[in-house]
């Protein structure tokens, strides 16, 4: 997955570009600047990549949710129904605006069950979020049904799935607003960095304003501006936005490398019928990021991800295990664990997470093996990989 295992001229270039001007800020210094708009070429060339209208860049993916959420008007005490299955940061924007997370259990997708989800709206429900983890995606079309027929907004994290595509579409552009990150490992980076996407006029100037303290940006002063409404600053500087420039331009590169080393990996672990993949739902094609599959049970999967370490298999997760990625292990969050005061409302609103079960997502969870596809491996280096992934899994079912 990870953009900077390909670093080239190309970054280079554009950094140098910024550098060269000195201005380092994406709004203002027309005339110091000669003609560099990293940010806004950036903006330009993401709504050819996702096929959208407007796209604003931030500072995070992290930032991307909370600035997605805010601008379709997600604020205190509403719900906002994610994944058990996710990075810790779906939680986190969401609770900075003082909404209420609200988990659900995953399907075979590793993504968002439209069957929980529907189970779990509220009447204090105003937006379902899903996240297309590990390179792949939810049944989008069922969730658009839902969240048609429930009046909710859908917002679609797409951080982990960028150049992932739902029946032509690309990821991150089918839902009412769309987030992405370009941190330092996502597909492509910029080193920190994000995106919102939408075909909504209103929510994309309310995404343009409020990432920068409520700046309306008219005309080229400013000091002068006006401040319809409060904001924050979630500003991304000419300076990533030049790296991710020059990424963006090799997407289609990258996602070609990725498809070729999952498929090497994936063809090979087909031979074992106790291997399956994750389901990625009709129409769907994935980023290639990721391989995700399951094995027969969650001690099974153990002894594989064991064996993987000790056989120099790395970048394979069992995510059971993982502090940042899966419900079982997010006690700050159930605990409530924050440097200042949470509001009654969200603390009542969390209580939940005290005694709710996730059991169907344990299932999936606990079985799963999910592996990073790196750009930077020769045809002969995912080989050997393969090889010896297959040995540990025989290894293990002959025991
Ligand atoms: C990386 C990631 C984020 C957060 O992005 P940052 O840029 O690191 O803040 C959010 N959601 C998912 C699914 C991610 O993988």
């Known amino acids: 997955m990870p953009g ?25 210094f027309d005339g110091m600047r ?8 950036l903006e330009a060339e993401l709504e050819k990549t996702f096929d959208s209208e407007y796209v ?31 990075f810790v940061a779906s939680f986190e924007a969401i609770m900075m605006l003082g909404a209420i997370p609200v988990l659900v259990d995953i399907d075979d997708t590793l993504t968002l069950d439209p069957k929980a989800v529907e189970a779990s709206i509220s009447p204090k429900t105003k937006a379902v979020m899903v996240v ?56 492509i980076t910029c080193g920190e960095g994000g995106a919102v996407v939408t075909n909504n006029r209103d929510y994309y100037i309310n995404a343009d304003h409020y990432s ?19 904001g924050y600053n979630f500003r991304i500087s000419e300076l990533n936005a030049a790296v991710g420039l020059a990424q963006v331009r090799r997407l289609p590169e990258f996602i070609g490398i990725q498809k070729r080393n999952y498929t090497i990996i994936r063809d090979s672990l087909s031979k074992i019928p106790e291997v399956t ?4 739902p009709i129409g769907g094609e994935e980023s290639y990021a990721f391989l995700n599959f399951f094995l027969p049970d969650a001690e099974f999967a153990q002894k594989v991800s064991t064996a993987f370490k000790e056989n120099g298999v790395d970048v394979c997760w069992n995510y059971y295990q993982n502090n940042w990625h899966y419900i079982r292990k997010w006690d700050h969050l159930k605990d409530l664990k924050s440097l200042f005061p949470i509001s009654k409302e969200v603390k009542e609103g969390l209580k939940y997470l005290q005694t709710k079960k996730f059991e169907q997502s344990d299932y999936y ?35």
Not at 148 to 171: M, R, W
Request: proline share 2%; hydrophobic share 40%.
């Open 34 to 41: 000669k003609g560099h708009w990293k940010a806004k070429e």
């Open 132 to 187: 297309q983890m590990c390179g792949s995606m939810a049944n989008m079309d069922a969730l658009r049904t839902i969240c048609d027929s429930h009046n909710l907004i859908f917002v679609e994290d797409a951080c982990q799935a960028i150049g992932g595509t739902y029946k032509g579409k690309p990821l991150g552009s089918i839902a009412d607003l769309g987030c992405f990150s370009f941190d330092f490992v996502k597909t």
């Open 277 to 280: 993949f994750r389901t990625v």
């Open 365 to 399: 969870i606990s079985r799963n093996i999910s592996c990073l596809i790196k750009m930077s491996w020769t045809e002969e280096e995912v080989k050997s990989r393969s090889e010896k992934m297959l040995k540990c899994i025989k290894k293990i079912i002959n025991e």
């Open 212 to 230: 920068d303290h409520g700046h309306d940006h008219i005309g080229n002063d400013r000091g002068t501006e006006s401040h319809p409404f409060l």
């Open 56 to 86: 604003q860049l931030v500072s995070s993916g992290t930032a991307a949710v909370s600035v997605a959420l805010a601008s379709a008007g997600v604020g205190a005490g509403d719900e906002v129904i994610m994944p058990t299955f996710t």
């Open 4 to 28: 900077f295992e390909l670093f080239s001229d190309l970054e280079r270039k554009e950094v140098n570009d910024v550098l060269d001007n000195g201005v380092l800020m994406r709004y203002g």
